[in-house]
């Protein structure tokens, strides 16, 4: 195959029992990107579908520029996609799904934002202009909530509104050079997580209800998800506590070894300052290891400076959490439990954000 002949755009549908909705989805990407003048091809990744999609995207690849990938003895959202990534031809490339929830006339425009310089675009339901149709308050406030989570625990995710979305844009260069593993649903947050210098761009869309076939993510996705997420993050979380942990202890160590020789608000200060200093070492080289942006001692000591914001947050929240606790009723050391793990976060949350901060994050 020549140059001349490569598709501009690939678009990757991984399918598993959508023999109802292919029809209607070849025929509307068609249609989008025809009259829009874009050479492109569909690649449909089917695992073998009891229902014989992949039978019928063969058929119907006689009328459009479809390539089927047909998976026997394999299964699973991630792998067929990246299989499919791996396929395609085209210099973009969209992943999106077969039933028709993601509405095939928004592809030009996900090209158009490409073409403006972005290297992922992702069609998004979280920006101005998006939605999703027919979802109960319960189902969104969850959406909304694995979205934040993936916000918080991985600072590469911001540059989306909607991190797990299932329709987005790459450029095939970007993701030749990335090692993707698909081991999960959410290959666009495994893209953004390693690709932290790409550009991103949004485009809004209505995510519409599923109108034949049935959905495959069930409650055993959702767990993965967060299993997902923390692997992503290189369990950046755990291990930050695991550090705040041994800090408590270093913090004790030293008040103890002072016993009695200066006056205690003193030797609880330099416990503090002791554990502090400790944690921001070991969050420097382990926790946030290659996150540090400035180096040589000033910029460890710019670090070190910065950590103690992020420590003070920590303490002003803990504080806050523990007084309102304790006049909410709760118990004596109930309360301080409470300001501990708020304060935990709030730590956690300004060292991930602020301090050492991610590029792209
Ligand atoms: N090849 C293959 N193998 N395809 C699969 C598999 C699988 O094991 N499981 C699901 N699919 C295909 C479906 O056939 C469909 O085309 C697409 O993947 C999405 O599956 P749904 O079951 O419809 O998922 P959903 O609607 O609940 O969630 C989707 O939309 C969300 C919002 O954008 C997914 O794309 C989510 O990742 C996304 O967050
Ligand atoms: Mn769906």
Do not use: C
Request: net charge positive; charged share 25%.
């Amino acid at each position: 195959m020549t140059e001349e002949d490569a598709p501009q755009l690939s678009v990757v549908v991984p399918t598993y029992n959508e023999r109802e909705n292919l029809a209607e989805l070849l025929e509307r990407i068609d249609r989008a990107l025809r009259s829009s003048g874009v050479r492109y091809e569909v690649v449909v990744v089917d695992d073998d579908s009891p229902d014989g999609t992949w039978r019928l995207a063969m058929e119907l690849s006689m009328r459009y520029p479809v390539r089927v990938i047909r998976r026997r003895g394999r299964r699973g959202l991630g792998s067929a996609i990246v299989e499919g990534l791996r396929a395609a031809r085209g210099s973009y490339v969209v992943v999106m799904d077969a039933d028709l929830q993601h509405p095939p006339e928004l592809l030009p425009r996900l090209l158009m934002e490409a073409e403006r310089g972005a290297d992922v675009v992702v069609a998004t339901r979280y920006a101005p202009g998006g939605g999703v149709e027919g979802w109960s308050r319960l189902r969104l406030l969850a959406s909304r909530a694995a979205g934040m989570f993936a916000h918080a625990l991985l600072p590469e995710s911001r540059r989306t509104s909607d991190p797990m979305s299932g329709f987005w844009l790459v450029r095939r260069s970007l993701v030749e050079g990335l090692e993707l593993r698909g081991e999960s649903w959410k290959v666009l947050l495994e893209v953004l997580a390693r690709a932290p210098g790409a550009r991103v761009a949004e485009v809004p869309y209505v995510f519409r209800r599923r109108r034949r076939g049935e959905s495959k993510l069930g409650p055993r996705e959702m767990l993965d998800y967060v299993r997902d997420l923390l692997r992503l993050s290189e369990y950046r979380v755990l291990r930050f506590a695991a550090v705040g942990a041994t800090g408590a202890l270093v913090n004790l160590a030293v008040v103890a070894a002072l016993g009695g020789r200066l006056p205690d608000p003193v030797a609880y200060a330099l416990g503090w300052e002791a554990g502090l200093t400790w944690n921001y070492l070991l969050h420097d080289a382990w926790t946030f290891r290659g996150r540090r942006r400035e180096g040589g001692l000033l910029g460890r000591l710019r670090y070190w400076l910065r950590y103690h914001a992020a420590a003070a947050a920590g303490f002003t929240v803990y504080m806050a959490v523990s007084w309102a606790a304790r006049l909410l009723g709760a118990g004596y050391l109930a309360a301080p439990l409470l300001g501990i793990a708020a304060g935990f976060v709030a730590n956690y949350l300004v060292s991930e954000h602020r301090v050492w901060r991610p590029q792209g994050g």
